[in-house]
């Protein structure tokens, strides 16, 4: 083939996408085309041949790539440049009148604006662009590492695989399904004798999952986007210049409307919990922001939540049905919940056969017997709760419900200390609470334990060969080899990857103990404000409250952790074992520590996770944006304000070059 008919193909591929990519535009993100859909099929078709022909000229963000391909075994993993937060939830507005008192009370004076968005009932997802194309798609997972899901994320027509940028930029969004898509979808499975989706939540997330991307294509995902998570070359000063610049860039941006106060917000929240129903896709609430960026920054986040944000959830929907039974179920700190056995009822679009009583005292109140006919609805759309009793239903028949004495699984004693409204086992060795206790332990982010499962775990308790997961470390080949489906082979693994976990950081250590409401992130936190568990044992509630992410009811937490008698000898035991219950050396050399750096314009030798990674790990932190309070700004090549501001306030700039010898001198030194 001729120079010239190549070269004219590709001019025509060129034109042919550009044309694809400004009605895509038009249908999908404005919702107003302007050509028909058998043109635009047409349009498409021209492509796909040409590209046939010249399969060279393919490129990843050709608007044919959509339409998925390959069949994945699994989804990498991602580990997300910042954590992926959850919000705090408001539920009517004296809750969000107390967000706002602690907003001003924070920012001491300063002028602040919110922002207030629909919070779409969907999947959030992060996207990152680089040189002008959709490079990753990402999950959140569980916050710190997500799945790589770009091939299913490429389908969503609404979102550009082609901007016009070629700065680095992170975004975040939610994935969702409108409701009509949602009906179709149904109404094509039961056709096909396959079992219909309860909502559309499930459905999208069913789709996101797909490790085939042709069927994650035919169900129409959509996604809105909320958030700008950096920008390698631009700063912003607002929530709504950031909106408007997406916007500008061709991305469906979220709905959102500034408000001025508090009030003006409620307005917003009270309007929207009316006509939820007119929008065609299901929102569970409204989030509600400050519009502000530097001033999101001086608020700060605390381990699980951002403290310039806040959630306004809809109250749920509610039905009535029939209370067959009440059982007792028993959670990881040994707490005995009083759960409801419904009728099963179709609620928000899901079936309910199960209701939470949460515990003694709140059975009585409501006065819930078995037999009796109950409001139930969906508390922040998850777990099902009894709102009330339906008194004039009742016949007679119904029965109170007693608390055991007794735990239901081990028969132990049970007790509901003073001003507690939880009854707990007291039973340290209740089977129940030390399986869920052990599989926490035993669970990847804890202490990764591979081939200690669920089942090994319950053998191992029935046949007393363990009582908590501090004895694992103390298993012999010959206790493991008899068990069922063990063998040689396996005991032998299962003792290897017990050792290897002796090998697991400290705040991992931390995280596995099981401390209530103590996450990873609070582990991470505490594991850098504290070189071993000694130190941490010693901390007072005060002390522990001291540091900015740890509020009172971790704090309060951890210290009655370390009272009970028996964790403490469990953790002499783990000591004993040889767990790491403190920082290794090479930990504590953080020649870093509480440096904070900035990054601006792009790096030749490092991308911005890396950096991140090295500071992080000598102790320093990597902030996004400049104050007085910044160490270091590094600049690479054509840095953005963010260089003017250093300058003006007189930080330190280093260059990529100087940046590297501080951190290969020092880490080579420090050795
Ligand atoms: P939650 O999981 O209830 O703590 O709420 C946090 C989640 O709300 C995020 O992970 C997002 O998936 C979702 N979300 C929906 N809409 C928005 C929005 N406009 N801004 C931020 N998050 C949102
Ligand atoms: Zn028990």
């Keep these: 083939m001729t120079k010239t008919t190549k070269e004219k193909a590709e001019k025509k591929i060129k034109a042919l996408r550009e044309k694809i990519r400004e009605h895509e535009y038009k249908y999908f993100v404005l919702d107003d085309p302007s050509i028909s859909d058998a043109e635009f099929d047409q349009l498409m078709q021209k492509l796909i041949k040409l590209e046939e022909e010249f399969p060279d000229l393919i490129t990843e963000d050709s608007p044919t790539q959509r339409v998925g391909g390959e069949v994945l075994d699994e989804f990498e993993k991602v580990e997300h440049s910042s954590t992926m937060l959850s919000l705090d939830n408001a539920f009517d507005a004296g809750d969000l009148r107390d967000f706002d008192q602690r907003v001003q009370k924070n920012l001491s004076g300063e002028d602040y604006q919110y922002v207030v968005e629909h919070k779409i009932d969907g999947l959030s997802a992060v996207m990152r662009y680089r040189n002008g194309s959709f490079e990753l798609g ?91 998570i950096s920008h390698s070359a631009r700063e912003f000063e607002t929530h709504l210049e950031v909106f408007s610049y997406l916007k500008e860039l061709g991305f469906k941006v979220n709905w959102h409307q500034s408000a001025a106060d508090i009030e003006a917000v409620i307005e917003i929240c009270e309007h929207w919990q009316e006509d939820r129903e007119s929008l065609d896709f299901e929102i569970d609430g409204l989030v509600i922001k400050i519009n502000n960026l530097s001033l999101r920054e001086k608020l700060g986040s605390t381990a699980r939540s951002p403290r310039w944000a806040i959630a306004y959830k809809f109250p749920a929907q509610q039905k009535t049905t029939v209370i067959k039974d009440i059982e007792i179920s028993l959670g990881r700190t040994g707490a005995l919940t009083p759960t409801a056995i419904l009728e099963p009822v179709e609620l928000a679009g899901s079936t309910v056969s199960r209701a939470t009583l949460h515990n003694e005292d709140e059975i009585k109140r409501k006065d819930i017997r078995i037999g009796d006919t109950v409001l139930v609805q969906k508390a922040g759309d998850i777990i099902p709760e009894v709102v009330k009793v339906i008194k004039e239903e009742r016949d007679g028949s119904e029965k109170v419900f007693e608390m055991p004495d007794q735990c239901p699984v081990c028969g132990g004693e049970v007790i509901r200390p003073e001003g507690e409204a939880v009854t707990r086992c007291t039973n340290i060795s209740c089977p129940a609470q030390r399986k869920e206790s052990i599989l926490h332990f035993v669970s990847r982010d804890a202490m990764n334990i591979d081939g200690v499962g669920p089942a090994l775990i319950e053998q191992l308790l029935e046949n007393n060969l363990i009582e908590d997961y501090a004895d694992l470390y103390f298993l012999k080949q010959s206790h493991l080899k008899d068990l069922d489906r063990m063998g040689e082979k396996s005991s032998q693994n299962v003792i290897e990857a017990v050792e290897a976990s002796k090998d697991r950081d400290f705040f991992r250590v931390l995280y596995a103990l099981g401390i209530r409401h103590v996450g ?56 004993q074992a040889g767990i790491r219950l403190q920082k290794e050396e090479e930990e504590k050399e953080k020649f870093l520590e509480g440096l904070k750096f900035v990054f601006t314009g792009s790096l030749n030798n490092y991308s911005r996770s890396e950096v991140k990674d090295l500071v992080e790990k000598a102790g320093g932190r990597s902030v996004s944006s400049v104050s007085s309070k910044t160490d270091y700004l590094v600049a690479g090549d054509n840095p953005g304000s963010k260089y003017d501001q250093a300058q003006e306030l007189g930080i330190e700039i280093l260059t990529e070059a100087e940046f590297k010898n501080l951190i290969e001198e020092k880490s080579s030194t420090e050795k």
């Design 138 to 228: 990402a999950t959140r997972g569980n916050g710190e590492v997500g799945e790589d899901i770009t091939k299913n994320m490429k389908t969503i027509r609404s979102l550009p695989l082609k901007i016009d940028e070629e700065a680095e930029l992170e975004l975040r969004g939610e994935i969702y399904l409108a409701k009509s898509d949602f009906q179709r979808l149904n109404e094509e499975r039961l056709e096909n004798d396959q079992d219909t989706f309860a909502n559309p939540r499930n459905a999208a997330a069913g789709s996101v999952r797909q490790l085939d991307s042709k069927i994650a294509a035919q169900r129409s995902l959509s996604i809105l986007i909320y958030d700008l």
């Design 520 to 575: 990873i992130g609070a582990a991470r936190i505490l594991a850098a404000n504290f070189n071993s568990i000694d130190e941490l044992q010693e901390a007072s509630a005060e002390e522990l409250e001291a540091i900015d992410e740890i509020g009172p009811v971790i704090a309060e937490s951890i210290v009655g952790f370390f009272k009970e008698r028996h964790n403490r000898d469990l953790l002499s035991r783990l000591k």
